[in-house]
């Protein structure tokens, strides 16, 4: 159970045993006469109190003219006041010890100041006692016939009730996704619209629906998560009670995001940050709004997908291959049965028009033969050739969707095989019929893959990884200057956590540049030394492989380059060891309203242009651990480079991993003092040679 001391608040929210309506009106039509309205339809059988002075009977229910008249103390109260009043009515409720309420009103903090003012005038008002909202459409608990709500969704006689809770940051889309999963017959269990989330949020009823027996299935529809680490905390919960989380986030352009001086931000952006927060915690992303319903339906079935392997049951051709088409792009397989699956398979039928030899498996299936239909789906079920199954529905299927969904459903205990349906044509009762009956049904091919996949992502779920690194506590950096940091010192800061750097020398003059040349030995490279110019590139301030004799001629080139293309002349330069043999990568550090990131992925100039990276939250505590380190870089595409691509030789993954490790501790250890961080290039050498940071650039506040 829920260690949260308020999960019994939650819980009389879910199922109170009186609820008072605050500004209740005589009229269903409208918003404020919707809510007892909707109770009663549903069958609500516990004690409602009507409140408006200007009733005495809300049809049978006696209508109390204040707060204070209330007959005994009820266990939520909606208030259907506008923003302007709320307040007095909450700090009423407040007062008499109303566990909850629930407050519908709009024209606060979405609105600007004066309503987030208005806002906190309305958590201050409330106390101890829990909202929900406000800005919110309310509550809907089918699992015991229970509406706190005006959604006009609720007109529909009946709901079918299931086992995914939904929570959602809309109010507008809670009423969509209850009206969309009726209609194809998926159940549900809870619905609620936390909006503004002035004190109940997306976390508490995530906790909720762990708690809840009737929930699998958590689907959420996010805004925006307000409070990360309570976000990660209830994510890892579910994880581990074994609910899977959906969610489907919105804002995902990076139109305008900010990139930072460096190429961490750039690469890194907020919808980035989501699928990191999202990746750690076990959450399914859905790519597009109908994948919360679908990956929901098929991960509601309790069912496992063992491998990738799916088989293709089609009377029609041209579905079939839409569906084995959007299936492979997923990464899944449709092999051919094999040798005893086909015999068995072409036992069944006689006739020269069963295609029974690949995938799709094309049946004819004419006259829709519920028997014919059993005995194929146990050869199927029963294959060692398969883990799943999709089951496509033609137009002769549809024209009596109940013999064919009793044919499946009698098969289903026969196998733990998932088992979803594509409904070809257009025939909403079929699919109502069949996601009844206990497979769930889908009006696209695109969809029955998103749902595989969802149910692949919960079959590869591994323990969370929890590790971390030990900081090196009592790093000095008292000696270093605030503010943007120029590349020797962003490498002396780095070198102190562990991170091995070029050896290079600071110079002024081309003598002095002729002289650290010759002390390092073989050809160097000259860069400009400044913490305002970060891309020195850019501006003709790096130059590669330049020996001692062309140093100094090539150092006053460069003075009247960067001169040329900033306007200033420059004073300071490094003469830096050339590092060769290895390969070039990108370590930074993101910070965000969701946390601070660890990034890696392919580096050099082309770093930004590629966008090959991977990106980790740190834990509450320390770094990251080897395990995550190497999990980030083996999630890459150019991870063959290091491991050996086309025989060339293995790089040093231990010390990349150990560079890793090292930075993160920096960035946990230093905190809010570090603004950002990022080595570029961060050469990863042949096995046994190290790593080595040749540029670098960081932040201190």
Request: with cysteine; glycine share 10%; charged share 20%.
């Amino acid at each position: 159970m829920s260690t949260d001391p308020q999960a019994e608040v939650i819980a009389r929210l879910f199922k109170p045993r009186s609820v008072a309506i605050i500004g209740a009106s005589g009229d269903p039509q409208k918003t404020s006469g919707r809510p007892a309205a909707y109770l009663r339809k549903h069958g609500y059988a516990g004690k409602i109190f009507p409140v408006n002075p200007k009733l005495d009977h809300i049809g049978d229910w006696p209508c109390y003219p204040d707060i204070a008249s209330l007959p005994e103390v009820p266990d939520v109260a909606i208030v259907l006041l506008g923003a302007e009043r709320a307040y007095v009515a909450v700090r009423e409720l407040a007062a008499i010890g109303t566990p909850c309420a629930i407050v519908l009103a709009s024209g606060y903090g979405e609105t600007g100041e004066t309503g987030a003012a208005r806002q906190a005038q309305l958590r201050e008002a409330a106390g101890s006692m829990r909202i929900l909202g406000p800005n919110t459409i309310g509550l809907v608990n089918l699992t015991d016939g229970i509406v706190l709500s005006p959604s006009g969704a609720l007109e529909m006689d009946q709901f079918p009730v299931g086992h995914i809770g939904v929570v959602s940051q809309s109010g507008g889309i809670l009423g969509s996704l209850l009206s969309r999963a009726a209609a194809r017959g998926l159940g549900l269990s809870k619905l609620i619209s936390t909006s503004n989330e002035v004190d109940l949020e997306l976390s508490d009823f995530i906790h909720a629906l762990v708690d809840d027996p009737a929930t699998r299935v958590i689907a959420l529809y996010i805004e925006s998560v307000r409070h990360p680490h309570k976000f990660r905390e209830a994510a890892l919960r579910a994880r581990r009670a074994g609910k899977p989380i959906v969610a489907f986030k919105i804002g995902r352009s990076e139109a305008g995001a900010q990139a930072a001086v460096s190429h961490t931000g750039a690469l890194a952006g907020s919808d980035r940050m989501y699928d990191a927060l999202f990746q750690q915690t076990g959450v399914i992303r859905g790519q597009a709004f109908s994948d919360l319903l679908d990956i929901s339906a098929a991960l509601a079935t309790g069912r496992v997908l063992h491998g990738k392997r799916i088989a293709i049951l089609t009377s029609t051709g041209g579905a079939g291959t839409l569906v084995s088409d959007s299936l492979g792009l997923l990464g899944f397989e449709t092999p051919a049965p094999d040798a005893a699956t086909a015999a068995a398979l072409r036992a069944l039928q006689t006739g020269d028009h069963a295609s029974l030899d690949r995938n799709p498996i094309d049946v004819t299936l004419a006259g829709l033969q519920p028997t014919l239909l059993r005995s194929i789906l146990k050869v199927l079920l029963a294959s060692p050739s398969y883990d799943a199954l999709t089951i496509i529905v033609g137009s002769s299927g549809v024209a009596q969707p109940e013999l064919m969904a009793g044919a499946i459903q009698e098969c289903l205990p026969l196998s733990d095989k998932p088992v979803l349906a594509y409904i070809s044509p257009h025939a909403p009762a079929a699919t109502s019929i069949l996601t009844q009956s206990g497979v769930p049904a889908f009006v696209s091919a695109e969809s029955c893959a998103a749902a595989f996949a969802g149910m692949w992502h919960v079959q590869q779920w591994a323990a969370p990884v929890t590790e971390t690194a030990t900081a090196h506590a009592g790093v000095v950096t008292t000696d270093l200057p605030t503010g943007p940091l120029n590349e020797a010192q962003a490498k002396q800061l780095f070198s102190r956590f562990g991170v091995r750097c070029t050896r290079e020398l600071e110079v002024s003059t081309p003598q002095q540049a002729e002289q650290a040349a010759r002390s390092l030995g073989g050809p160097v490279v000259l860069k400009l030394l400044s913490s305002t110019v970060t891309h020195k590139s850019d501006v003709g301030g790096v130059a590669v492989g330049v020996t001692a004799e062309q140093v100094g001629e090539r150092l006053q080139r460069m003075c009247a380059d960067v001169e040329h293309a900033t306007g200033t002349r420059p004073d300071r330069f490094l003469v830096q060891e050339m590092v060769s043999g290895g390969t070039e990568w990108i370590l930074g550090m993101h910070r965000d309203p969701l946390g601070v990131a660890i990034l890696l992925g392919q580096g050099g100039v082309t770093a930004e242009l590629f966008k090959d990276t991977a990106l980790r939250l740190l834990p509450t505590e320390g770094g990251l651990g080897r395990a995550e380190a190497l999990a980030m870089a083996q999630s890459l595409k150019c991870w063959p480079l290091l491991n050996g691509y086309r025989g060339r030789a293995k790089a040093d993954v231990n010390a990349l991993l150990d560079a890793i490790v090292a930075f993160s501790n920096m960035a946990a250890q230093l905190g809010e003092q570090l603004v950002d961080a990022e080595i570029n290039p961060l050469f990863v050498l042949p096995e046994g040679q190290g790593v080595c940071a040749a540029d670098g650039v960081a932040t201190l506040r």
